[in-house]
T-cell receptor, first 111, second 108 residues
């Protein structure tokens, strides 16, 4: 069991560019979650998949954000037309029951 | 939505001291997890404890679900215990709602 992995670990981009992050959950975990954490705050929920179905999206997930989990395994989170306010740590978690396990996160800086 | 409050926000202790971190939540939950966030940002699972008491080495946790609070105890603190501790709750196998965290600093 290799744990949840995320790629890239760090991303620096210019305002207006598009970025895409990848999350590979623990194998056979059917639930996958995305969270966002800004400095000094706790993580906040963005969206959640059960297998390939996206079951819930937070109001934080503006129309510039899109997430997919096409085959019910890995997931991608894309941010279009990035803004400086998108700078944060993006965390992915997976679970097979109530317990969620988190990946190392992708730290995004928008200049 | 459900609210989670953690106290204290900051705690500074000497190595060897004991500490108690508190998490209050505003509604009934069936999932409560404690995490330690290391300096690189990784959230490390400490306990899944929607009710009852658990112990793991120098750490233990108690959740009193009927009174909507949980406590995390750290005994004989070490400098490696430093970091931010988060409590997170959920209703069902759904999104976790996190508190603001307790920043623990253990001085040698």
């Amino acid at each position: 069991d290799t744990g949840v992995s995320q790629d890239p670990r760090h991303k620096i981009t210019k305002r207006g560019q598009n970025v895409t992050f990848r999350c590979d959950p623990i194998s056979e975990h059917n639930r996958l979650y995305w969270y966002r954490q800004t400095l000094g705050q706790g993580p906040e929920f963005l969206t959640y998949f059960q297998n390939e179905a996206q079951l819930e999206k937070s109001r934080l997930l503006s129309d510039r954000f899109s997430a997919e989990r096409p085959k019910g395994s890995f997931s991608t989170l894309e941010i279009q037309r990035t803004e400086q306010g998108d700078s944060a740590m993006y965390l992915c978690a997976s679970s097979n029951d109530e317990v969620q396990y988190f990946g190392p996160g992708t730290r995004l800086l928008v200049l | 939505g459900i609210q989670v409050e953690q106290s204290p926000p900051d705690l500074i202790l000497q190595e060897g001291a004991n500490s108690t971190l508190r998490c209050n939540f505003s509604d009934s939950v069936n999932n409560l997890q404690w995490f330690h966030q290391n300096p690189w940002g990784q959230l490390i699972n400490l306990f899944y404890i929607p009710s009852g008491t658990k112990q793991n080495g120098r750490l233990s946790a108690t959740t009193v679900a009927t009174e909507r609070y949980s406590l995390l105890y750290i005994s004989s603190s070490q400098t490696t215990d430093s970091g931010v501790y988060f409590c997170a709750v959920a209703q069902g196998a759904q999104k976790l709602v996190f508190g603001q965290g307790t920043r623990l600093t253990i001085n040698p």
